[in-house]
């Protein structure tokens, strides 16, 4: 099994995390293995191994939480949230399911030396570059509320967004509390620029230039505005 097979697997689940929540009967048992609070992946297995009369395998993954609450991956006992490269407690459980999928076929080394240098899928806070000490990410994919909470619960510390584009006619509501919450600097074009301004203003805890809001046309010059407004570190 070459590192190339493992990076072609780690595709199939980053860019179709949720494949395995299809099936009704599959999604039952993460919502219960979740609301247990048990690991829905080493669970998860072990059910379907007995489901279909085969021997489980050892499973050596688990994910518990450190001493400040933030979840963290195990490998053999060992904490290697470090060598994940890609931001998000999403793709920390993308990794599970990864290495679930070839225990006993990918040596841990291959796993571990993968995910230190694995930028992500094209569109999925993909890491384009680092310029100046600033990271930029590419998360286009995130064409929806959820999508861009999902991204921006990634990052520990406040970020810098550009966002909006075609009017699908969704609400926003949701959206403003978490850029309220998680966005230092908000560059907003598109059709959609003016609903995501009031669902921002609009939400509990928004206080003027917290965050501050740019509205900027074309697209070129919304990204030129956060690169001129980047510090090193963001």
């Known amino acids: 099994f070459s590192p190339q097979r493992f990076l072609c697997l780690c595709q199939c689940f980053f860019q179709c995390p949720v ?14 293995t979740q609301l ?10 072990r059910i379907v191994s007995a489901f279909l009369k085969t021997p489980a395998p050892d499973i050596r993954i688990g994910m518990d939480h450190d001493a400040d609450g933030m979840q963290r991956m ?10 994940i490269r890609l931001p998000g407690v999403h793709n920390v459980e993308n990794y599970m399911a990864a290495i679930a999928a070839v225990e006993g076929l990918v040596p841990d080394g291959i796993i ?15 890491l ?14 995130a064409s929806s509320p959820s999508r861009t909470i999902a991204g921006l619960r990634s990052f520990p510390e406040q970020v810098i967004l550009i966002a909006g584009g075609y009017d699908k006619h969704i609400p926003f509501d949701v ?12 560059v907003l074009c598109g059709a959609t620029a003016g609903k995501i301004r ?22 070129q010059r919304a990204v030129e505005a956060a690169r001129d407004r980047a510090q090193p570190g963001d």
């Open 128 to 141: 384009v570059r680092t310029y100046h000490g600033v990271r930029y990410y590419n998360d286009s994919i």
């Open 175 to 186: 959206l403003g509390p978490e850029i309220v919450e998680h966005v230092k600097l908000l």
């Open 36 to 45: 247990a609070g048990k690991n829905p992946v080493n669970l998860f297995i």
């Open 74 to 83: 195990l490998l053999n006992g060992e904490d290697v949230t470090a060598d």
């Open 198 to 219: 009031a669902a921002v203003e609009q939400a509990p805890g928004y206080r003027p230039d917290h965050p501050e809001i740019l509205e900027v046309t074309p697209f």
């Open 19 to 32: 494949i395995i929540y299809y099936h009704p009967a599959v999604s039952a048992v993460f919502l219960l």
């Open 112 to 126: 571990r030396d993968f995910a230190r240098t694995f930028n992500g899928v094209e569109h999925r806070i993909e």
